[in-house]
């Protein structure tokens, strides 16, 4: 199973939004609504941000949001602030009853 | 709060073997499902597989086979993640994670550094 791809970087002015996509197949983001987002800070634990392709987790700022069209989901994050610096990372459910990962996305706040 | 409580930072000479806990606290470990992540230095965040904590089954990822396994001990809540014959390309932070029921996890523990090196 190869790892969701994902654009190595993005960047932002504060205050923009951004697109951060993850591509994967049939067998894994087109066949199921279970893509989830994390964020991790340098020298952090991952965070779980999105959950079922859309849903919020707890506390979240709803500056972020997830969709999905296909076989790509997106994380568009709006009001772009410094603090959203981190890697992020995407993930699906597969056909195999496994869970893949994506190669994940470094957002940098111009 | 609930909390994953996993082991200290571990130095193995590669052929060793090494065993990580990670202990559940403030929930039921066996209410939901524990996943174990590794991520290299620099590197993304892989998918190693997970274990039933009501059954004690494993699942393996496919480049998690032979060499890496997962168990409980129920009686002290605590999920247990052993690699045997380490290689130096094992050297990486593992997370152990709890799944909720349509695959996210949303409570990590701090992750367990493990180098190996001769």
């Known amino acids: 199973q190869s790892a969701l791809t994902q654009p190595a970087s993005v960047s932002g002015s504060p205050g923009q939004s951004i697109t951060i996509s993850c591509t994967g197949t049939?067998?894994?983001?087109?066949?199921?609504?279970?893509v989830s987002w994390y964020q991790q800070h340098p020298g952090k634990v991952p965070k779980l941000i999105i959950y079922?392709?859309?849903d919020r987790s707890s506390g979240v700022s709803n500056r972020f949001s997830g969709s999905k069209s296909g076989n790509t989901a997106a994380l568009t994050i709006s009001g772009l602030q410094a603090e959203d610096e981190a890697d992020y990372y995407c993930?699906?459910?597969?056909?195999?009853?496994?869970?893949?990962f994506g190669t994940g996305t470094k957002l940098t706040v111009l | 709060q609930m909390q994953l409580v996993q082991s200290g930072s571990e130095l193995k000479k590669p052929g060793a073997s090494v065993k990580v806990s990670c202990k559940a606290s403030?929930?039921?470990?066996?209410?939901?499902?524990i996943n174990w992540v590794r991520q290299a230095p620099g590197q993304g965040l892989e998918w190693m597989g997970w274990?039933?904590?009501?059954?004690?089954?494993?699942t393996y990822a496919q480049d998690f086979t032979g060499r890496f396994v997962f168990s409980l001990d129920t009686s002290v809540s605590t999920a247990y993640l052993q690699i045997s014959t380490l290689k130096t390309d094992d050297t990486a932070v593992y997370f152990c994670?709890?799944?909720?029921?349509?695959?996210?996890?949303?409570?990590w523990g701090r992750g367990t550094l493990l180098t190996v090196s001769s």
């Open positions: 403030g929930y039921i470990l066996t209410n939901f499902a």
């Open positions: 994670t709890r799944r909720m029921g349509a695959w996210y996890f949303d409570l």
């Open positions: 079922d392709v859309t």
């Open positions: 993930s699906s459910f597969t056909s195999f009853n496994t869970l893949v």
């Open positions: 274990i039933n904590t009501n059954t004690g089954n494993p």
């Open positions: 049939a067998s894994d983001i087109g066949g199921y609504e279970y």
